[in-house]
């Protein structure tokens, strides 16, 4: 009977710790989650064993696995993969928030595009859209809302707004369409989005990560972004290829469902002071630690990371700054402020610095306004002298007669004395006006210059504050990092520690996007995942080609890398097949200048007919024609990446038919395009086309000696510069050497 007992208890166990890993994820949620772990690297260091896959392995062509299709199979049959949430339950929790939010974002971003096709019902997501609704008409003022049916909903006009692929600036183009809603209360439509976004992601990352067996008493995840609000769609999508080695659109990340933090500032480029709402540079949250002797633990997570631009996020408590910035090759954060890559937030303070240092030198130097404001006083103060002595002899030869030693002068004589004396006093009394007039403009330019001096130190004091001005000391042992007062940093969680305090404690989570110069409004975009969660003392927290690319109007500079992690296995199917001296390498490259819809994407309108503005006669309605899809779907780049019995790189670049006043920077160029007739058009999309090869070969190169032995790097980058020197970039039936563009 014993033994009868305990086979039962065996089989309840059995039961439960099987039972608890399949209630709450659909076969498609568990492929997703398979998959973001597999490829997050501390998700798959930490949680990856966790995952039972009990199906069959498949392998692309190179070896490596092939996720895709094991995702599929995963979907089809959920049985195939098993959650252990026991043991799940024993991984940083940290890292576990991290997988539960990445969920919970792709829940959300799957439910607003079924809501933007109207797929709700089919696809099973009326109930979780109900959620989120009401969270966000919570926050909608009325002139987006409408009553049907006597029941609340979202005014159906917003649809397209919701689309989370959308940038910060596309978001708000499309709301300047509804132009009888206030600027406050369409400031209030993209607060009610951030609000309910971050409320339905918290409660649904908070149930994944309790199901999955984590276990806290506080658990706070906030959604967060900082820049300029003009992401481009290449942060939005990842590509990877499937078993055959072709491209295969892969998994969402749905960056634009950050919320950025707005104000209401003046727009100085329009008239008659119109305002306009912008996303502010920075973000701050205020939390507090849980207190009661447990530690506090805060996770952060970096999204749309750059690597030329280093990612800065600083924890502060109690006056006490702990910066974390992040590495040239990684998201990943660290205390580590060393950085390769070209901008540090720290570039930027030391270069207002130096605006000011010049400006001090040109106050107060040894040539400075001080100076020359002295010298010219000085001058003025001569001058009034000689005024005034010239003025008393004038005055004395009025009252007495002029004589020599011995006789008067005649008559003729002092008058001829006087008017001499007069004349001077005028052109003394002149030169007095200039010194003053000159005193007058070096002290208004000087103030100028104390203005502008003033306004440096302030936004060299905000920047300090923004950065802290009391960093914590450390030490750091094997990616461990310990500060003096006892908080922690583990760089394979990415996980910060507050320790155990009784009483709870207010604590500051900054995040800084950084310029693209110190006197510019551009600003790199950044998003950021914070999760605040409890721990009790001393809890074990051990330890993831398609290029979509968009230009600014009439200019061809990139923003970001162009190849991502993702890109690695096609990146290495290029080396391999660069390594091969008998495959042939071929560049097409092609500024296609006016671009129309053909049966299979853009090609090359034969025509180039251009139009001389977007359709409409409003501003408003020219705006809306510019980013409407008919516009949008022409203003592309495509670069193809072919490896078969030879290689083939393919890149073109189309515009829309409005007319550019883009002008070749390059006069040899300049006259070509007068000799064979180019329009603006076709110059910007060939300008575009050397841009994507030219940044394309120094990350390939780059690429290359990160994932290949020496040897073979040499081989590959050698071969891959001399063919891209020799390429052309053609334009009708005419073509540019690569090279000329330089």
């Not at 089919?122 to 989120?132: C, M, Q």
Request: aromatic share 10%; glycine share 6%; charged share 30%.
């Amino acid at each position: 009977m014993t033994k009868f007992y305990i086979f039962l208890l065996y089989l309840l166990i059995v039961f439960c710790s099987f039972s608890q890993e399949d209630h709450f994820l659909s076969g498609n949620d568990k492929a997703y989650l398979f998959h973001t772990v597999r490829k997050s690297p501390i998700l798959e260091l930490n949680i990856g064993r966790y995952l039972d896959y009990r199906g069959p392995m498949i392998y692309l062509p190179n070896g490596e696995i092939n996720y895709d299709s094991i995702e599929l199979l995963i979907i089809n049959e959920p049985a195939l993969l098993k959650i252990l949430s026991s043991e799940i339950s024993k991984a940083p929790k940290g890292v576990l928030a991290e997988a539960a939010n990445k969920q919970a974002v792709w829940e959300l971003n799957k439910l607003l595009h079924a809501y933007r096709k109207n797929n709700l019902e089919k696809e099973g997501l009326s109930g979780a859209f109900n959620r989120f609704e009401e969270e966000i008409l919570s926050q909608l003022p009325e002139v987006a809302i409408r009553r049907k049916d006597d029941k609340l909903e979202i005014n159906p006009k917003l649809i397209n707004i919701w689309n989370p692929s959308l940038a910060f600036n596309d978001r708000l183009a499309m709301l300047d369409g509804f132009g009888k809603w206030t600027i406050q209360e369409r400031r209030q439509v993209i607060e009610a989005f951030n609000y309910a976004t971050n409320a339905f992601v918290e409660n649904r990352a908070k149930e994944i990560f309790l199901s999955l067996g984590g276990q806290a008493d506080l658990f706070i995840n906030v959604l967060v972004a900082a820049g300029d609000g003009s992401s481009t769609s290449g942060l939005f999508e990842e590509r990877e290829k499937d078993e055959r080695g072709r491209w295969n659109k892969g998994l969402p990340k749905a960056v634009g469902l950050f919320p950025y933090d707005t104000q209401i500032i003046l727009d100085e480029k329009k008239k008659k002071n119109k305002e306009k709402i912008e996303p502010l540079r920075y973000a701050i949250r205020n939390f507090e630690t849980f207190g009661e002797e447990r530690v506090t633990k805060v996770h952060l997570d970096v999204w749309g990371y750059n690597s030329e631009k280093q990612t800065t996020v600083v924890i502060e408590k109690n006056g006490w700054s702990y910066p974390l910035f992040g590495s040239t090759e990684s998201r990943f954060l660290s205390p580590d402020s060393s950085f390769t890559g070209k901008a540090t937030y720290y570039t930027f303070i030391n270069r207002v610095q130096l605006d000011i240092n010049v400006l001090e030198e040109k106050i107060s130097g040894k040539r400075g306004y001080d100076y020359q404001i002295q010298y010219t006083d000085k001058k003025r103060k001569d001058k009034l002298l000689q005024i005034n002595k010239l003025e008393k002899e004038l005055s004395d030869a009025r009252m007495n007669p002029i004589t020599t030693k011995d006789r008067k002068l005649k008559t003729e004589s002092g008058k001829k004395y006087r008017k001499k004396s007069q004349e001077k006093l005028i052109s003394y009394y002149n030169q007095l006006k200039a010194l003053e007039k000159k005193i007058k403009t070096l002290k208004e330019e000087k103030q100028i210059a104390i203005d502008l001096q003033q306004e440096k130190e302030q936004q060299k004091s905000r920047m300090l504050d923004l950065i802290g001005r009391r960093w914590m000391p450390f030490w750091e042992k094997d990616g461990f990092f310990t500060f003096e007062d006892g908080a922690t940093f583990d760089l394979l969680t990415q996980t910060f520690t507050f320790s155990q305090s009784a009483q709870s404690e207010q604590f500051e989570i900054r995040l800084i996007a950084i310029p693209y110069s110190h006197t510019s409004d551009q600003v790199d975009e950044v998003m950021l995942h914070i999760n605040i969660l409890d721990a009790k003392p001393f809890f074990n927290a051990k330890i993831q080609l398609n290029i979509i690319d968009q230009f600014a109007s009439d200019k061809f500079e990139l923003d970001g890398p162009l190849l991502t992690q993702n890109d690695s296995l096609a990146i290495r199917q290029f080396f391999e097949a660069m390594l091969d001296k008998n495959k042939p390498f071929k560049i097409n490259a092609k500024g296609g200048g006016i671009g129309e819809m053909g049966k299979n994407g853009v090609i090359v309108a034969l025509a180039q007919n251009e139009i001389a503005n977007y359709p409409g006669s409003t501003k408003e309605e020219r705006n809306n024609a510019k980013f409407s899809e008919e516009f949008q779907s022409l203003r592309t780049t495509g670069v193809f990446l072919l490896v078969d019995r030879e290689i083939k790189w393919i890149v073109q670049s189309f515009t829309d038919p409005v007319k550019s006043n883009f002008l070749a920077p390059n006069k040899t160029i300049q006259e070509k395009a007068k000799q064979y007739k180019w329009t603006s058009n076709q110059l910007l999309s060939a300008y575009r086309t050397y841009a994507v090869m030219k940044q394309l070969q120094d990350e390939l190169n780059i690429w290359a000696g990160k994932i290949l032995t020496r040897e073979e790097a040499v081989l590959v980058i050698d071969r891959l510069n001399k063919t891209i020197d020799k390429s052309s970039i053609t334009i009708g039936n005419r073509s540019i050497k690569f090279k000329d563009f330089e």
